[in-house]
T-cell receptor
């Protein structure tokens, strides 16, 4: 079975600072990995996905993530935080070659201070 | 092009009652998945419907059932509601792929409160 662990339920940054949200995964087979964002009272929106191509994945809104197999990590970064980035972020893993049903982490709330 | 829509937005029920939630998939999509998101948690997969049949199911009791209609819309039914069923219920649609990944698009959810 696959799983993800998101380190830190809350991350607080200043506007313009680097954003780093951590995700470690566990999977017995090559995984597909995802980052989703959820704004208040909204559904989930896909930020980016890793599907066994390039290990550095660029997504929407300036976010990117790097797949590191040796560290079983898929951390999300953004060079400069914007107030509009404040939201809940979810890392998810799915089994490639399977049904691709994602298993989500518990989420990290990103707080951006002016 | 309308995305995934869900109704109602909010719902309040009492323990023991039954509830039906509805989902219309994104245009062109034929597969609907349902997730339960408890407060402070990530979404948990309930089940997926394709061609009007339950294609895959997560670790949820039989009180949770669903249906998919010929127009690909879907319903989630929960019987004998428990306090612990209070959550945001998310619907996601996709286009089924044969051995390949297809992105799921999520609706805004239905907030269910059980008193």
């Amino acid at each position: 079975a696959q799983s993800v662990t998101q380190l830190g339920s809350h991350v607080s940054v200043s506007e313009g600072a680097l954003v780093l949200l951590r995700c470690n995964y566990s999977s017995s087979v090559p995984p597909y990995l995802f980052w989703y964002v959820q704004y208040p009272n909204q559904g989930l929106q896909l930020l980016l996905k890793y599907t066994s191509a390039a290990t550095l994945v660029k997504g929407i809104n300036g976010f990117e993530a790097e797949f590191k197999k040796s560290e079983t990590s898929f951390h999300l970064t953004k060079p400069s935080a914007h107030m509009s980035d404040a939201a809940e972020y979810f890392c998810a893993v799915a089994i490639s070659g399977g049904s691709y049903i994602p298993t989500f982490g518990r989420g990290t709330s990103l707080i951006v201070h002016p | 092009d309308a995305g995934v829509t869900q109704s109602p937005t909010h719902l309040i029920k009492t323990r023991g009652q039954q509830v039906t939630l509805r989902c219309s998939p994104k245009s062109g999509h034929d597969t609907v998945s349902w997730y339960q998101q408890a407060l402070g948690q990530g979404p948990q997969f309930i089940f997926q419907y394709y061609e009007e049949e339950e294609r895959q199911r997560g670790n949820f009791p039989d009180r949770f059932s669903g249906h998919q209609f010929p127009n690909y819309s879907s319903e989630l039914n929960v019987n004998a509601l428990l306090l612990g069923d209070s959550a945001l219920y998310l619907c996601a649609s996709s286009l089924v792929g044969q051995g390949s990944y297809n992105e799921q698009f999520f609706g805004p959810g239905t907030r269910l409160t059980v008193l």
